[in-house]
């Protein structure tokens, strides 16, 4: 193996790295669910700040990889060939994650609005489910994004 492929090789499998470890974030992120009816007192409201940051922690760090991803793709795709098509997503793996940010954004800003509306002391239980809905949504559509994107990976090394 010469190194420009050892080095693009390297260049493809920096975003699905650190996609993994958002997985598992995400994953952790997403158990506050249950575990919030568990928990009581200064210990439940702990958790809850804790589960607050790391959501803007989490979209931040999805933008990062998504980004790492655009890079990846427009470079491969200038080195093949392809031109400016090369900039817009090529695979079902890339519109999956388009929509997994969008969805993404629309989650963060239910929490925001859930985290505004408990501090100013007015009913956010409405929101409050809307919110978990939405988690739900954007964990299902994860895990199909995780697999396409695994799908993909080996389509990228092997092609």
């Known amino acids: 193996m010469d190194f420009p492929s050892m080095l693009q ?3 493809i499998f920096i975003h699905p790295l650190f996609a993994i470890g958002i997985l598992f974030w995400m994953y952790k992120q997403y158990q506050y669910r249950s575990k919030r009816l568990e928990l009581r007192g200064i210990e439940a409201k702990k958790y809850r700040e804790n589960h607050e940051k790391s959501g803007v922690l989490i979209f931040r760090s999805v933008l990062v990889v998504i980004t790492i991803g655009f ?4 470079g491969i795709g200038f080195a093949s ?18 929509m997994g940010l969008i969805l993404l954004t629309i989650l963060v800003n239910s929490g925001k609005t859930v985290k505004a509306l408990r501090e100013s002391s007015k009913a956010f239980g409405f929101e ?3 919110h978990g809905r939405a988690s739900d949504l954007v ?3 994860l895990v199909l ?3 396409i994107g695994f799908i993909y990976l080996f389509q990228l090394l092997v092609l």
């Open 145 to 147: 994004h995780a697999f």
């Open 71 to 74: 890079i990846t793709n427009s």
């Open 139 to 141: 964990m299902i559509l």
């Open 81 to 98: 060939g392809e031109g400016y098509y090369s900039l817009f997503p090529s695979s079902l793996h890339g519109w999956f994650g388009i």
């Open 9 to 11: 090789t390297v260049i």
């Open 128 to 130: 409050l489910q809307r």
